[in-house]
Structure formats: C-alpha cells, structure tokens
C-alpha cells in the first residue's frame, strides 16, 4: 500500500502568464503558495487480473487503453506500469474545478506514486516536468505550469517560465515575522460554484497565440504585478502586497468574460467594504475560492457569514508531494 499526499496551491501573483502560448515568447513569472490542502493517492497491488481505479467513478479494466480518466491512463503508459494487479483511488480535501490546481496535484501525486511502487526515485523537477508534459503536452490541456510545479515543490515560490521551457525555481525570501503574518490575514471564501477552467483558460490561450494585443498587454501588466508582489511581501510591505491584489484583480476580470459574474462582484465589494485590503479570485476564474488580506479578520469573517460563504482555512505546505504511507 503506498498514499502520496500533493499540495493544493493559491497563486501569489502573474497568474495566466504561466501558459507556454504566452512564456515562449514573453517568457513567464508566477509567485505561488502551495497549502496544507491536498489531493492524496492510494496505490494498491490487487491478485485480480484487472486493473481497478476508484475516483468519482470506477472502472475496471483489462489493459491501461481501456481507461477512460485521461490522466491516470496516460500517467500509466508514459511509466510503463503493467495494468493488471493494481488498484488506484484518489481522494482530495478540496472539490476539483474551485480553482486551487487539483488536476496538477493529482497529476504529481500518481506519477509520485507510480515511481514508489516501482522503487525508482524522481527529483522535483522532473516529477513537475513529467506532469507538465502529461496534461500540456499529450492531452493538450490550455493550461500553464504553476499547478505542477508548485504541487511538486511546495513551499511560497516564485517561478520564471523561460521561453526555451526552463524553470527557474526561488523559495521566496521572507522574514519569519513577515510568513507568520501572510498566513494569518490571508483569508479564503468558497463561492459555492465550482467549474470547468479550460474554456476561460483556452480563450487565453487562443488569444495568446494570435498576439491579440488587449491580452497581451493585459499579460504583461500582470507579470509586472507577480514582481511587485515578490518585492513587496519580500520586503515585508503587506498592505502593498494586498493593493497590488486588487490591481491584478481589476486587470484580470478584463481578461475573458467568463472571468466573473454578479455575484462574485458583490461577494468581493462586500469584502472590501468590511476590513478587507485586497484580494483576487483564485485560479482562472468563473468561481471557487476568492481571496483577501485583512487586518480585520473578524469584521471581515462577520460579513462573508453573513452571505453564506465558507471559509477554509489553511496554511503553507513546505513539503511539496511526498509519500505519507508505505508497507
């Protein structure tokens, strides 16, 4: 029996600009937070000859083509596992499609496990990199790195999308002081919609590559604030770090009309209005999780309750993916 645990992640600063229709010509930065949320694989040898595999569905299958969940099928063949005698499941903290990068943990996680049960180890970097090419490359997902890399990583770091495909990897440098008081004002609210981010994500990503000009402008406005927001919590300037939240929230609502909605407005002008400095809705948009910084989380807590929204509360995630259980 083997469990790996991978981290779900909140973006930082310069989300979007992670996507290679964008880095490979502009080159890419993303400042991104994994958390102490996580999406955790089981991987069991069976004495079946079939292959089990247990998420919001089950299959049972003879060969690893037969399987209908992209990820796990395509995770299976690129390690060269044999399908029959396993058993996989999956379970998360987090519902998919709220913005946090489950497809990305779930994808480091597997691949972390599958390389366990074959006594084979894999660096960081290469386990990001097999996940990248998993979902970006054969399944052709429009999505950006971020979500594999910090899943792999873990820890608050900042990371630079090379035009050649390069990653460069920076823990982000703060004072104890400064992380203790990042992670306790930074505040996150469900908003009760999940959803789909590939048809947000791949208007992007066709824009992108058309060099339409309001995105890209738009893009590059938003890596100048993933900087910022670097020198800014570096620095230990945390009310600059929350305006430029809400500078990159204003700019990013531009980006696609699916990016949000009525009531998603409301949610963040009544935060705003109650003790809230900035904040951003995480991921592609659309729904999931919007978050804030406050120094009043208890007025700001107050007003969210009073609209219905669910926190969660959490904290950062240092490890990156790892195996929590194996016999």
């Known amino acids: 029996m083997i469990i790996t645990r991978s981290p779900l992640r909140i973006s930082l600063g310069g989300g979007g600009t992670d996507l290679p229709s964008y880095y490979r010509e502009h080159g890419g930065f993303v400042l991104s937070a994994a958390i102490d949320r996580y999406v955790y694989i089981t991987l069991h040898e069976t004495f079946v000859d079939y292959l089990i595999v247990k998420y919001s569905e089950m299959e049972k299958v003879e060969t690893v083509d037969q399987l209908a969940h992209p990820l796990i099928r395509e995770a299976l063949k690129l390690t060269d596992m044999p399908a029959p005698g396993l058993e ?14 489950s497809s990305g943990s779930f994808t480091t996680g597997l691949l ?8 084979e180890t894999i660096s960081k970097r290469n386990l990001a990199e097999m996940a990248c090419r998993i979902e970006i490359d054969i399944l052709g997902e429009p999505i950006g790195k971020q979500d594999q ?20 990897v920076e823990p982000l440098q703060v004072s104890a002081e400064t992380l203790a008081n990042i992670e306790d004002n930074l505040v996150l609210f469900f908003t009760g919609v999940s959803r789909s981010a590939s048809n947000i994500l791949r208007d992007q990503d066709v824009r992108s590559k058309r060099g339409d000009e309001e995105m890209m402008n738009n893009l590059h406005f938003v890596k100048r604030l993933g900087y ?38 409301d949610y963040y002008e009544l935060a705003m209005n109650n003790g809230a400095l900035g904040g951003k809705l995480i991921g592609a948009g659309g729904g999931g999780f919007l978050m804030f910084y406050t120094e009043e989380k208890t007025r700001l807590r107050r007003a969210m309750n009073s ?21």
């Not at 300037?237 to 990013?252: G, P, T, Y």
């Not at 929204?309 to 490890?319: A, N």
């Open 228 to 265: 910022e927001s670097k020198a800014a919590l570096e620095a230990g300037d945390l009310r600059a770090f929350a305006e430029i939240m809400d500078s990159h929230w204003q700019h990013k609502k531009k980006r696609s009309a699916g990016m949000t909605n009525g009531c998603i407005n």
């Open 112 to 119: 972390y496990a599958l390389y366990t049960f074959k006594h």
């Open 149 to 168: 890399y910090i899943s792999s990583f873990g820890g608050i770091t900042c990371f630079e999308f090379q035009p050649d495909g390069a990653v460069d």
């Open 307 to 327: 609209a219905c929204l669910r926190e969660l509360r959490c904290q950062f995630d240092f490890e990156g993916t790892r195996v929590i259980t194996q016999s």
């Open 88 to 101: 996989i499941a999956s379970m998360s903290d987090i519902p998919a499609g709220t913005g946090l990068g």
